[in-house]
């Protein structure tokens, strides 16, 4: 996942009906490997601090449903010109440079945005990828060749294409005509544009043979991902001792910032690790007042939708909690069905078992408990 620079943003469009795509419902929410386009396409932009996605007035309540939070939705326009104005203007104020992408285009790699951030970072104005063309052109009429056409210097343009804020929102109020591209504007504009590296991969779903090319080009480029986690809380004054989500009366409490739970921890751990993206205290410092007594479950749906957000599913979930009181094995079941349900975990997937270790180490002679967790992150 890019990690965006601070004050950049990110705004994806949607709000087109997707006419030439058919299909019987707009191309950005039909499926595409099991998860609408519009999934593909925002979690590649899923390290932006902000997103910004534009729909359509008919799909707020679809859009609310499965992305408020992570997302600010916009409503958008007649044209796409309109949709990234309305983007653009919510945005005011509020980034330096910014990103626009078409929610149409689902297979946008790292690279390709690492790339036009690379260019804005050194200095540019205004960067977009495009691919030089490599076929001959030709005109045609009524089925038949009128004319050839020189390709020298021509490229195929892609998205997303990024820009200063303060440029490109200028040159949409100055442009307020529809355009082909955000770059059309900044050329009127006077913008200089540099182009950056495109990616064949990069197609923009306009066709109903699009579907079946971006599910090829998918097909070839599952992702797992194994973590794991470990944590450690001791022992101290209480009658309870929260574990796998589950309050469970006991002769002692567990110390912790938060409540505790060792086995919710490792788990969240594993599942940040799987991430690369550090653990809980990167996530949730145990500095911060905030967090003081929090329900780890705050924690572990965090690191679900993180991954969720890069368009990952968690495949499976086993947690170890090693101790020799109290007793886990009453309670697993109840443990399994809070982690699904905390995490998104599909019935039947989350496992957790426990052992003593034989009354050695610090677990052994009860001073507190520790957990292992492993976790599989699955994008297909
Ligand atoms: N009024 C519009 C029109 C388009 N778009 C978005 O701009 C991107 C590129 O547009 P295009 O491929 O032309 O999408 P549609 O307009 O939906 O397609 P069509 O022209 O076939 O109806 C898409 O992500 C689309 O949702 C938008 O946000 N608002
Ligand atoms: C923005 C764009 O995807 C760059 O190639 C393209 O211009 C969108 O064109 P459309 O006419 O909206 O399909």
Redesign the pocket.
């Known amino acids: 996942m890019i990690r965006a620079p601070q004050g950049f943003a990110a705004i994806v469009?949607?709000?087109?009906?997707?006419?030439?795509?058919g299909g019987g419902q707009?191309?950005?929410w039909r499926a595409l490997k099991g998860r609408p386009v519009l999934d593909h396409a925002l979690a590649a932009f899923a390290g932006f601090q902000r997103v910004l996605l534009?729909v359509h007035p008919d799909d707020i309540a679809e859009a609310m449903a499965r992305y408020a939070g992570p997302v600010t939705l916009v409503t958008?326009?007649?044209?796409?010109a309109?949709?990234v104005r309305a983007g653009l203007e919510a945005l005011e104020g509020q980034a330096t440079h910014v990103l626009i992408h078409?929610?149409?285009r689902p297979l946008v790699s790292d690279a390709v945005i690492q790339s036009v951030i690379d260019a804005l970072t050194s200095g540019a104005k205004a960067a977009a990828p495009a691919l030089p063309i490599s076929d001959a052109l030709w005109r045609g009429e009524a089925g038949r060749v009128t004319a050839t056409a020189p390709r020298a210097g021509l490229h195929r343009a892609q998205t997303p294409q990024g820009f200063r804020l303060d440029a490109i929102l200028a040159a949409h109020r100055a442009h307020p005509e529809d355009a082909a591209d955000d770059v059309e504007l900044a050329l009127k504009a006077g913008h200089r544009v540099d182009i950056t590296p495109g990616d064949e991969d990069n197609l923009?779903i306009?066709f109903p043979a699009d579907f079946a090319r971006a599910e090829r080009i998918l097909g070839g480029a599952m992702d797992i991902r194994l973590g794991n986690g470990y944590d450690v809380h001791a022992f101290g004054p209480g009658d309870h001792v929260w574990l796998c989500g589950v309050r469970i009366p006991h002769e002692a409490g567990l110390v912790g910032h938060s409540d505790a739970d060792v086995g919710m921890h490792a788990l969240t751990d594993a599942i940040y690790g799987a991430l690369a993206q550090g653990d809980i205290g990167r996530h949730f410092p145990p500095s911060d007042p905030q967090w003081k007594g929090a329900d780890s479950a705050i924690f572990l749906a965090h690191a679900a939708d993180l991954a969720r957000a890069q368009g990952f599913r968690i495949g499976n979930a086993d947690v170890t909690l090693i101790c020799e009181a109290p007793k886990i094995g009453p309670h697993a079941s109840a443990m399994q069905d809070r982690l699904s349900g905390i995490a998104g975990i599909e019935p039947g997937r989350t496992s957790v078992k426990a052992t003593t270790s034989e009354r050695l180490g610090f677990t052994g002679r009860r001073e507190g408990i520790a957990a292992i967790a492993t976790v599989t992150l699955i994008k297909d």
């Open positions: 469009t949607a709000a087109g009906r997707g006419t030439r795509a707009p191309k950005q534009v958008g326009g007649e044209t796409r309109a949709s078409d929610g149409a923009k306009t």
